[in-house]
């Protein structure tokens, strides 16, 4: 029997506001236990909420990003359950009315556009931390996070396999990014996953049993432990079993998915209004006023980089998938019209200095002027592309400007005749059997002959120069 | 005179005129409290000493111990607090501080304000100050038993379905609930947070708007508080009620009301009459329905609001009594088991059920549709009529013990003073009489919302053509 896998994500991502959702308190992340806390994310008896209008925004911006209808009734509820991370013993959340619903993300896998499809985006305030200490034989609670604004974005079905779910996933990590709403970053917590995995005969339009996994850690878990999932619910079928709805947690190091509650054991989360916050509507103005705000999502600007510069499918995606690098590129090719080169150079060693410093281009302080300058002095042929590399590193390291550092470490190629000229004569004295090879016909040898040269003279000669003078010098021999 | 005995702007004057001193109004409420506190059990903890005041308003007032005082104890009235101490001031209390005012915590109160009588406090029933083998009213009994028995100037109360207005009637005592949004709730522990709202409990009527000009007002931390200019309310206390049209909802005069009541509040509405003011028959038809809505939103936000008495932050924690390791889940059931008291339990139950999957449509949603009803009511009502006037209760104080048991009979106790919560209207009860055994009877005014000035003008009308204000209770 073949089968058809469908997945449904539900992302949350903890929105960057300077401050909490209910609370002044800062939105920080790694600082010392409980020290970002008051009595209103602490839940103080008689402390209340108050509705950060910077989450409200960041929540619209998402929801318009997600080509969602917007809710213009504000309204926040009660959900109510017991856990010590949690302390007013409800999370303030959305509940009937979401703040965005009914949009779609655009995403790019295999060179094919598929739509996935928003269900719901809604508001939500985050839990504390639980710290288990073995030495204590206790548990202790980090409110630090407690208040921590987060938007939780609901997929529709529409996920075929774990590639597309982590196709999804990057597309929405990418597109919150530029709207800079949230740093979607996994490890720190600040996006975090749930997949709900069923299958399905092929052709059957029905949906499956789902189960629900948690404890993602990262996309490459997500992809993982979908794949184990939908084999793991294809054994039970093909062996005559029923699936069972369920919870199920991913344990990473095992590489397996196993069971936390069942359908039955489900809670009761007795939703209702939150009474401490007044429901409100946004006019239209308001939502336009947030629609104007939004940047060019990546999706556009890699057709627009195509089709405006030439780029190909793959350099333009190189360069979408860092907003910083694609506003470079553009910026440096407002100074220098060599669209292909400033690519390479982008793309190539450039990113190459941010991975290995494990820094953001904006950490590098490379101005777009720095950058020219150095494509302009390895095109014009004062310095080598290999030595153009290390004049780029040294303009990182120092902060000077590409002329000084070419100046100061005597990096410029050497070009006149007279100096070039000695060196191949002591080049040619060297290698008499080259020369023979060469006459009898062996062309290619004579890039020995360079390479040797250019070695002598420290990679500063100018290559091409050396190259004529050694075919002229061999001709006259 | 005593100085127990006196009202805050008698006590204003004799400070004024140089006559007495701050220091020497405090010590003797100070001394006061103490000396009948084994009386009236109106505090939970006697205050130590006097904190010194420099203000405009340098009087003692009680505070209602479910209003949070920064590190002071504040239990709720409950075992499950124990130990809790806010590291922050409510909003009024800010504002009772700023004023000057000596703020004696640990007023008694039925537990979490779940009561019409005090009884349901951890810490011992309050006693009625004109008759101690009877109750105060409640959920503020201590407010308004201390007021009457003159162990504070005056006090602040809270009110989610009547626990000013019944305790000030069973007390013969001012109490007035303001406008929903009217006062901040923050720093009020929370009972059913679409209904409560904190007020003063006076002597007088004048107390009532001196005390009200202090504590209302917007506060940002306070989302249900509302952005609007706060008049000076002792500018409203005129004696003049001429063409003024007073309403009187028929739904409020029921079967079953104590006929001394019946006659005070008729009395009551004759006094007015004779002053000028036009009185009118008028309808609320859903009245009736009034305590079923409030007993399922009240309970519904009530059971939420008490979820973080947990045993986790603060307050009680009580692990099960066994060998084996102990679960969260343990925790939670053996500390909430022993920290609320029968009454919480029930509410709590209750509000769990009318939210819980497949029941929520039928209770809570229909509730919210209701009190949609009864708002509308008032806002007809209103259309016919400046203010409306009605008992405060349907009985005077009854005995200790004559309700515990049955609950439906206690929750009837605020009937009349329910809808006004509903509604998020303003309403004030104050004395209008006694019955045979000489317990205070109370009369209820209730205006339109934010018209706080039309309520205190009715009142202070109907007060300084009558005698009630000035009786004082023994003790």
Known sequence: MEFETVIGLEVHLQLNTQTKIFCGCRNAFGNEPNTN????CLGLPGSLPVLNRQVLLNGIKAGLALNCEINTFVKFDRKNYYYPDLPKGYQISQYDFPIAKKGFLTVVSDGKEKRIGITRAHLEEDAGKLIHDDSLNAS????????????????????????????YLTALKLTLQYLDVSDCDMEKGSLRCDANVSIRPKGETKLGTKTELKNLNSFKAVKSAIEYEVERQQRIVLSGGKIVQETLLWDENKGVTITMRSKEEAHDYRYFPEPDLVPFTLTPAEIDAVRQELPELPYVKQKRLQAEYGLNEYDSFVLINDRAMADFFEACTKLYPEFKKICNWITGPVMKETNERKMALAELHLSPEKMVALIRSVEDGTISNLVGKDVLTAVIDTGKDVASVIREKGLAQISDDSALEKIIEEVLKENPQVIDQIKAGKGSATGFLVGQAMKKMQGKANPKKLNDLIQRRLQNA | MNFFDQTAHELLALLKEGKTTSEAIASSFMTRAKVVNAKTNAFIRLPEAAPDSCGVIPLPIGIKDNICIKNALTTCGSRILVGFRPPYDAGVVEKVKDSGGIVLGGLNMDEFAFGSSTETSAYGPVRNPWDQAHVPGGSSGGSAASVAAGQVVWALGSDTGGSVRQPASFCGVVGLKPTYGRVSRYGLVAFGSSLD??????????????????????????????????????????????SLRIGVPREYFIEGIQPAVLKAVRDAIDVLKNAGAVVKEISLPHTQYAVAVYYIVATAEASSNLARFDGVQYGLRVLPDKARKTALVDMYETTRQKGFGDEAKR????????????????????????????????EKAFAQCDAIVCPTSPTTAFRIGEKIADPLAMYLSDIFTIPANLAGIPAVSLPCGFDAQKLPIGLQIMTKAFDEETLLRVAFSYEQATPWHLERAKL
């Open chain 1, 140 to 167: 202790l609670v980090d409110y630090n996070r407690t208040g921590t604004p987060l938007i939780e974005i609901v997929s529709e079905p529409d996920m075929r396999s774990a590639q597309d779910a982590y196709d």
């Open chain 2, 347 to 378: 509410r709590i139950m209750l509000g769990t059920y009318v939210l819980s999957s497949g029941y929520y449509d039928a209770y809570y949603l229909r509730a919210q549709k209701v009190r949609t009803l009864i708002k509308q009511d008032f």
């Open chain 1, 37 to 40: 806390v008051c009595p209103v």
């Open chain 2, 197 to 242: 709202q904190i007020g003063p409990l006076t002597k007088d009527v004048t107390d009532c708007a001196m005390l009200l000009n202090i504590i209302a007002g917007f506060d940002r931390r306070d989302s249900t508080s509302v952005d609007r200019p706060v008049p000076d309310y002792t500018k409203a206390l005129v004696r003049d009620v001429k």
